[in-house]
């Protein structure tokens, strides 16, 4: 099964790109790599997910390499609601579930 | 708020005791998950239904674990002679099979203290 290497945590100033970085290096051609954050005492929320090609949507976007064996999540502007572990997943092989690491706890300074 | 509910959001309860908890997916999602989180770690996969047949499970889930999903809408998580180190958030997720790869929705969990 795919893993997945995060930094424990990070620090990012209010307004400026947070870039969350991911090294999955042993994942097959046909998992995803989702991204999901937690809000202390919340269920995980998801954020983003893609294959290939790099993804973007209202929340982030999503920069995967082009061996697939990194990627980086990036919050455009972060905000203080933007504070939160954000977890980088590979979907098991051959199933849906997924393993979660221990994340990157984001904080961001007002 | 995603859509998935679970209940009881907490739920103390005494060594030995049977507990259950519930979840309710989004409706029209046919894959229904269950995970544990322990403080300071990742929530850990325990079983996963699509409609109403358990397609797996981790060896987390001991013989004191049971889940349910009867009618391929709401599910059930049952722990029976709980003990301390059951004390974890369970969360709920729900997804829909899709081509392209699929997000889980996740419920706010059920935090359980077990003294």
């Known amino acids: 099964d795919a893993k997945t290497t995060q930094p424990p945590s990070m620090d990012c100033a209010e307004g400026r790109a947070a870039n969350l970085p991911c090294n999955h290096s042993?994942?097959?051609?046909?998992?995803?790599v989702y991204w999901y954050r937690q809000i202390h005492s919340q269920g995980p929320q998801y954020i983003i997910h893609?294959?290939?090609n790099n993804e973007t949507n209202e929340m982030a976007s999503l920069i995967i390499t082009e061996d697939r064996k990194s990627s980086t999540l990036i919050l455009p502007h972060a905000t203080l609601r933007d504070t939160a572990v954000y977890y980088c997943i590979v979907r098991f092989t051959g199933t849906y579930k997924y393993i979660f690491g221990t994340g990157t706890r984001l904080k961001v300074l007002a | 708020d995603t859509g998935v509910s679970q209940d009881p959001r907490h739920k103390i309860t005494k060594r030995g005791q049977n507990v259950t908890f519930r979840c309710d997916p989004i409706?029209?999602?046919?894959?229904l998950y269950w995970y544990r989180q322990t403080l300071g770690q990742g929530p850990e996969f325990l079983t996963y239904f699509q409609n109403e047949a358990q397609l797996e499970k981790s060896r987390l889930l001991s013989d004191r674990f049971s889940a349910e999903r009867p009618k391929g809408s709401f599910s059930t998580l049952e722990i029976q002679r709980t003990e301390q180190g059951d004390s974890a958030m369970y969360l709920c997720?729900?997804?829909?099979?899709?081509?392209?790869?699929?997000?889980?929705?996740f419920g706010p969990g059920t935090r359980l203290t077990v003294t």
């Open positions: 997720a729900s997804s829909l099979v899709l081509a392209g790869g699929q997000e889980q929705y």
């Open positions: 409706s029209e999602h046919n894959r």
């Open positions: 042993t994942i097959s051609g046909n998992e995803y």
């Open positions: 893609g294959l290939k």
